[in-house]
Nanobody, 116 residues
Framework: QVQLVEFGGGLVQTGGSLRLSCAAS????????VAWFRQAPGKEREFVAG????????YYTDSVKGRFTISRDNAKSAVSLQMNDLKPEDTALYYC?????????WGQGTRVTVSS
């Protein structure tokens, strides 16, 4: 069982930046595909960004391209989501997910609030 923990959420003004981190308890995230999802109030959970397990290729939903960057840390013990130029519509509970093929493991989420 992989336990994921997210860090870094908070309150920020429009145009500001936050960096979210996702770590696995007792192990590295090397070898897992990892993604960030988010769920805004009253909306369904949506994919935000992902990173492949072998190639470290990255992919993003259109609304965050050019603003968000997903990456692994040097030791591959965590995966970060750098969020720049934040907008009120980015306000949501952000979840980290990991797995070998499917996203089998999920964190509890960290809240991001962007004020206008």
């Amino acid at each position: 069982q992989v336990q994921l923990v997210e860090f870094g959420g908070g309150l920020v003004q429009t145009g500001g930046s936050l960096r979210l981190s996702c770590a696995a308890s007792g192990r590295t995230l090397s070898g897992y595909r990892v993604a960030w999802f988010r769920q805004a109030p009253g909306k369904e959970r949506e994919f935000v960004a992902g990173i492949n397990k072998n190639t470290d290729g990255t992919y993003y939903t259109d609304s965050v391209k050019g603003r968000f960057t997903i990456s692994r840390d040097n030791a591959k013990s965590a995966v970060s989501l750098q969020m720049n130029d934040l907008k009120p519509e980015d306000t949501a509970l952000y979840y980290c997910a990991a797995g070998y093929v499917d996203y089998d493991y999920w964190g509890q989420g960290t809240r991001v609030t962007v004020s206008s």
